[in-house]
């Protein structure tokens, strides 16, 4: 599981200007591959090549003054509940406001490490300037201009040298780890306690065990599973939780530590951006997704007609990785859920699927062989063999001479041809062409 950088501040400070810094360097390395669109307070980065995701928590800010409070102590929540390290941002154009104050009273209150960045320093004049931030009665903050870059490399440094680095003890090691994510209200709870009521086998609660996680061991229906939970999405909201950004962040951890990702939809609502960011989170991180749609029951025409409208109403929004098992099911009079339980246990299998080289290549080369890459000005590409990579979730290069001519489509082509010779259901796959 990787670590978690968030960055707070009030709204203007220079936090997303930062974010997007943290996140161009490797978006141009990684995400053009992988088609999943950006987003704008969630991503990945890594520095010396220590990986880490970024949050921006002031997503979705909202600037009027009634709410304004408000949208801060949530910010710092989401910080406190979600990240290893919190950034916390000051203005020196602006100078040290009573907000500041506030919220950092709240961020020490916390037992994370706080990296105080004193932002907008262009020049020397605002470095002199910004020693009025000593009196917050901090013995140290660091200096940056997130629109240049300066002074974030020394940030880094520190930020990623001081991650925590206790080898986690996993007591659950090599079993299955599966989250049920979703918008406020489409079930979770009652998912979670019919699972716990079916058959009272073994079950056992371990808190704390993956910093503030709850690991819930479920052994029945003849499968071994863990369901992960973090403190975050424990946290009934005090404040509703209204903004979607929140929801959907306080299920980040959960989803980075799980391998299979449940995104509970409710029949009565439909599918909606929420839940296509929280299915964006779990392709992302490469993680395999089942999604569940959940009341069923209050559903009158259970006909096929409108599941499959369902289905397709589903898929024409989540975009081109479509072969993902959608049920429909209902968690509070229990129908179908052991369904569930074995489709999550089959993505599962298919995510950690490797394939043998020799089949791998018997299967695909005569493929290729059949419908090879379109020509471009007169070149051909010959892909020469294929491979597997030894990752947690599938992986596939495919060497050929002329790696660069080979488009988007095709790459879409290659893995819907991988898809179909060897079954890789609600899993993401990740296709590279390499030079040989
Ligand atoms: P956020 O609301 O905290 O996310 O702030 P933004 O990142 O949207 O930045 C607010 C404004 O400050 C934008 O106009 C940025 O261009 C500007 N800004 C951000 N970082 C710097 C900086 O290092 N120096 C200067 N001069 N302006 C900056
Ligand atoms: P959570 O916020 O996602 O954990 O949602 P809850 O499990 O607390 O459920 C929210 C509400 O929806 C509760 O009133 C549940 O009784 C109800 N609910 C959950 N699952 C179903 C279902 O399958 N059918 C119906 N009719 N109601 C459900």
Not at 138 to 165: N, Q, R
Not at 359 to 381: D, R, W
């Amino acid at each position: 599981m990787s670590n978690i950088v968030a960055i707070v501040g009030r709204p203007n400070v220079g936090k997303s200007t930062l974010f997007n810094r943290f996140l161009e360097r490797r978006e141009a390395i990684v995400d053009s591959t992988s088609g999943v669109t950006r987003d704008r307070h969630y991503g990945k980065s890594d520095w010396n090549g220590v990986e880490f995701t970024v949050i921006d928590t002031g997503g979705y800010e909202v600037n009027t003054e009634d709410v304004f409070q408000e949208e801060i102590i949530k910010q710092v929540e989401l910080a406190v509940d979600e990240a290893t390290s919190i950034i916390f941002m000051l203005n020196v154009e602006e100078g040290l406001t009573d907000t500041d104050q506030e919220i950092y009273e709240m961020l020490r209150r916390s037992n994370k490490p706080i990296y105080i960045t004193v932002n907008k320093v262009d020049s020397a004049t605002e470095e002199l300037a910004a020693t009025e931030f000593y009196q917050l009665g901090i013995e140290k903050y660091y200096t940056l201009s997130s629109a240049t870059g300066s002074g974030t490399g020394e940030l880094l440094d520190d930020i990623v040298k001081e991650f925590p680095t206790t080898e986690y003890k996993d007591p659950f090691e090599g079993l299955p780890k599966i989250t049920i994510a979703g918008r406020p209200n489409v079930g979770k709870s009652t998912l979670t306690n019919a699972l716990l009521d079916v058959e009272r086998n073994i079950v056992t609660d371990i808190a704390g065990t993956t910093r503030d996680s709850i690991q819930t061991l479920y052994n029945k229906f003849g499968h071994e599973f863990v369901l992960v939970d973090t403190a975050g999405m424990r946290r009934k909201a005090k404040v509703k939780e209204d903004l979607e950004f929140y929801s959907v962040m306080r299920s980040i951890r959960s989803i980075e530590y799980s391998d299979v990702v449940i995104i509970m939809v409710d029949a009565t609502l439909g599918w909606e951006s929420q839940d296509m960011n929280i299915f964006g989170l779990a392709q992302k991180n490469r993680k395999g997704i089942v999604i569940l749609v959940n009341k069923w029951d209050l559903v009158e025409d259970k006909s096929t007609n409108s599941t499959r409208d369902f289905e397709n109403q589903i898929k024409e929004r989540i975009g081109q990785f479509t072969d993902i098992p959608i049920l429909f099911i209902s968690a509070l009079t229990k129908q179908r859920i052991l369904k569930a339980v074995e489709v999550a246990m089959e993505v599962y299998e298919n995510r950690a699927k490797k394939i043998k080289t020799s089949k791998l290549n018997e299967v695909m080369l005569p493929v290729f062989e059949q419908t090879p890459p379109p020509a471009i000005k007169g070149k051909y590409v010959k892909i020469k063999y294929c491979v597997q990579l030894p990752t947690p979730s599938p992986q596939f290069v495919f060497f050929c001479n002329l790696p660069q001519y080979v488009k988007e489509a095709y790459k879409r082509f290659t893995e819907n041809q991988l898809r179909k010779h060897f079954g890789f259901t609600g899993v993401p796959i990740e296709i590279y062409f390499r030079q040989k």
